[in-house]
């Protein structure tokens, strides 16, 4: 509970903030808020408690935590490296409001015991994203992608709704433990909520055929929110998926295996050719990262521990190399406004250490090593591959020569290709130095060092 | 001896080439770095060969790991034999010739040596590594800096052939990475599974299982290796490459594949290997023949070499899809003798084109005039290639044949006889090569300024032409040392039985 009061208590500071008759100066509450940020990814490092509240309708365990500061690291980067763009934003202490607002809801979402809380904190978590992505004031994009985003939550919410009241109708009951206790596949009822609930998940995590919305919704927002949609949102929603997977629906192992097997299989392929002809690095990293929980619901497919350990090192992984992407594309959308695919040709020739930062997290988006990458994808499949389906891993193996290409191509842009205009040198400010530092340094280390996997690992047993 | 030092040393020359800045400062560092990997190997080679004269029998020497992630059964596991001894000096000699010739690089030099150097790493760790995610690892690590350098400091349809090249290798190592988790979870150590080729080597892994993954694996390391029909990003990345990349292309990465085919398919899915024989052989001879004829339509310098590395890595193929003891040793010095010959080759292309700024065999002409050393490294590294005794070349090839030789089925006579016919073919594309460019009239009165070779190239050929003369002379050396690490390949295969 401890993480959440702290979330609770800064966005109640921020309110005071804003509501203070003193004006501040944007750099100086980026600066605070930063700062804030940082102390409550460090305390959640400490004095970590387990166990059950409000009638175990929630619950926290060690492995709750880590999870939920992967998600706080993930939120501290992204503000480090949205500041340049805040800089000229009049409505800072709104946007973290908002922001952490979506943090709570997700913690409460991973730590529910109990259906209506996962509702609750699955609502809380998306509803402000729509204000989020309709941050850009002045942009009609802007507004566009907040308007599809929220039609397209409320459907998959809907849809869950209707998977959820199902559920308590076939079981009775809404805690989690209690339902797990009675799901067979013979009760075609309790199959068929289940089928409502994965595809509300699948809408989350933006899995085919419930991705349509995410090219659009990544495109027109700000790139801050971009980032935090492709790998919080998104993470958030996967940490859960797993859990509730491998705890509460395990009876139905037999049906949802099949279910996720053509559903990975179609989600990597369907973001990998999708991916091939995007000229908007937004777009392009929208598909890449549609492909990217494709081979994420292999792992879960493994139903071992190895499968979800893979999985959460594979989300702590992603969340370092996206970030990473996303970092550089902001700085230079916010010192130029360029976004093209087209635009980051002779990029090198211009800013040398971006564009090592740049393909280096592409390349760990692609997984070649040394990067972290390549065993976040190793051991995704390697999980995979536990329950003996190698056509599943093949079929992944292959997708990923296809999106090698990809990634390969923006590579080859930024080395080789030549530009009359290039990007002109961008000089970034201290944060998303510190933000992409951070990013590159954990892309390297995680894999390298086998430290996190481990980690992990020990908290799963 | 600790062996992880082939890998820190690199490690060390990428950090301090880091540092510095000039193509001065750059190409110091790196060539001090490839001088002492140099060193270092020889040492090697020198401390393993008293290990085995003091009695040591263990199949692998100087081994050494320590647990990466243990719930996985990954480890790091380092440890050489002869063979991997073979191709860990062939790529040292490789990897510094490959410097001295990129020392005039004036384009991005520090990012240029910076992923040579990254290649040499991932070359040493592919060959020390006894554990399979190692392997796989470092075989892909490599994948990337080939296709910056040709991409980046290439000619011609430079970036066609990167990503060509970049996917295919990939796609190989995607085949590799489903026939290592058919063997990983194939295994069983204490309830666990386990990536340590020990392990799976102790384990024996049923024949139903190695069928299914064994053409995944072979194929897999096949590709690396130009198997027919997988071969066509050969003549494409070499041909677009800097000539460094080329050497180290065609001279270590090619090798990368050999010696998994060998190390990893063959040795641990003996079974399978001798089922699935002959399909090797008959790709492997396609391979052959194939490359040979192809050569022989080919004008530009770099596509005569590129095509006939595709012929000769398919002696490689077929000493190890024969499966006697004398083929596979073949096999092995083939690698080494390729690996050499084929940088030697590149080097000298590369030097001609530095001077003339043609490749095409039609322009050039009596360049034995003005640049006789040159000329004679080229003229070496052809007569290499085309099988003359006393060059390493011959020594591989004659061991092969005569490996095959040894059984008396027909299908092997006819495989060998078709082998060998090919080497009436190399010395035709390479004779002409040789007569056309090298001797004759001088057809361009342009290139008579040209100047020879510098110091730095006449070192890089030089060193090269040392093992290729050393091999070719006192082939005994080699077989020696690669002997004991045959046998163990030849007792797994011997025992295994098929239906």
Known sequence: ???????????????????????????????????????????????????????????????????????????????????????????????????????????????????????????????????????????????????????????????????????????????????????????????????????????????????LWTADVYEGSPVAVTSYLSVISKGSVLFV??????????????????????????????????????????????????????????????????????????????????????????????ATGREGVDDYKGFYKTNPLL????????????????????????????????????????????????????YLRVVKAIFMDDNESPVEKIHAPLSPKIAMLVCTAGIILTGLMSGAYNYIHSLLK | ????????????????????????????????????????????????????????????????????????????????????????????????????????????????FFLLIFLSLGAYGFFISLDLFTLFFFLELAVIPKFLLIGIWGSGKKEYSAMKLALMLMGGSALVFVGLAGLYFNTSVNGAHSFDLFDVANQHIPVGVQRVFFPFAFVGFGIFTALFPFHTWVPDGHSSAPTAASMFLAGISMKLGGYGCLRVATFLMPEAAKEYSTIIIVLACIAILYGAFATMMQNDLKYINAYSSVSHCGFILLGIGILTRTSINGAVIQMVSHGLMTALFFAAIGMIYDRTHSRQVAQLGGLMKMMPFISTVFVIAGLCSLGMPGLSGFVAEMTVFMGSWEKSDMFYRIATIVACASIVVTAVYILRAVGSAIMGPVKNSGYLPLKDAGWNEKLAAGLLIVG????????????????????????????????
């Open chain 2, 1 to 112: 001896m600790n062996l992880s030092l082939l890998i820190i040393l690199p490690f060390i020359t990428l950090l301090a080439i880091l540092l510095v800045r000039g193509l001065k400062q750059v190409r110091t560092i790196a060539l001090a770095g490839s001088a002492l990997q140099l060193l270092l190997v020889l040492a090697l080679l020198y401390l393993y060969r008293e290990e085995r004269a003091a009695g040591n029998n263990a199949a692998f020497i100087f081994e050494d790991g320590y647990i990466w992630y243990r719930s996985l059964g990954i480890n790091y596991h380092v440890g050489v034999d002869g063979i991997s001894i073979a191709m860990i000096l062939m790529t040292a000699l490789v990897v510094i010739a490959g410097v001295l010739v990129s020392w005039k690089m004036e384009k991005m030099n520090k990012e240029f």
């Open chain 2, 468 to 499: 290729i003369l050393v091999i070719g002379i006192a082939p005994l050396y080699l077989t020696e040392l690669i002997n004991p690490g045959t046998d163990i390949i030849m007792n797994v295969i011997n025992k295994a039985v098929t239906k």
């Open chain 1, 1 to 211: 509970m401890k993480q959440e009061l702290l979330v609770t208590a800064i966005i109640f500071l921020l309110l005071f903030i804003k509501l203070s008759t003193k004006e501040w100066k944007v750099e100086t509450s980026l600066t605070v808020i930063n700062i804030l940020l940082f102390l409550n990814l460090v305390s959640g490092f400490f004095y970590i408690r387990t166990g059950t509240l409000f009638g175990d309708m929630f619950r926290t365990s060690e492995l709750l935590a880590f999870e939920k500061n992967i998600l706080n690291l993930g939120t501290f980067i992204i503000s480090l490296q949205s500041y340049s763009w805040l800089k000229q934003h009049k409505h800072v202490p709104e946007f973290f409001m908002l922001m952490l607002c979506t943090l709570l809801g997700m913690f409460f979402m991973l730590s529910s015991n109990n259906l209506l809380m996962f509702y609750l904190g699955l609502e809380l978590s998306s509803i402000p994203l729509a204000a989020m992505a309709n941050f850009d004031l002045e942009k009609r994009h802007s507004s566009e992608a907040a308007m599809k985003y929220i039609m397209s939550s409320a459907f998959s919410s809907g849809l869950l709704l209707f998977g959820i009241s199902m559920l308590y109708g076939a079981t009775g009951t809404l805690n989690f433990d209690e339902i797990a206790g009675q799901l067979t596949t013979q009760n075609s009822l309790q199959v068929f909520s289940f089928i409502l609930l994965l595809a509300g998940f699948g809408f989350k995590i933006s899995a085919v055929p419930f991705h």
């Open chain 1, 241 to 334: 998926l797993v859990s509730v997977l491998y705890n509460v629906f395990r009876g139905l192992d037999a049906s949802w295996y099949k279910m996720l097997f053509l559903i990975s299989v179609l989600t990597m392929v369907i973001g990998n050719l999708f991916a091939l002809r995007q000229q908007n690095m937004k777009r392009f990293l929208a598909f890449s990262s549609i492909a990217q929980v494709g081979f994420i619901l292999i792992g879960i497919t493994g139903e071992s521990i190895e499968g979800s350990a893979s999985v959460i090192f594979f989300i702590m992984v992603y969340v370092f190399s996206n970030l990473a992407a996303f970092g550089v594309i902001s700085l230079v959308s916010a």
């Open chain 1, 355 to 406: 564009s090592w930062i740049l393909a280096i997290a592409l390349f760990s988006l692609a997984g070649v090593p040394p990067t972290a990458g390549f065993f976040g994808k190793f051991f995704l499949l390697l999980a995979g591959a536990g329950k003996g389906n190698y056509w599943l891993i093949t079929i992944a193996a292959l997708n990923m020569v296809v999106s090698l290409y990809y």
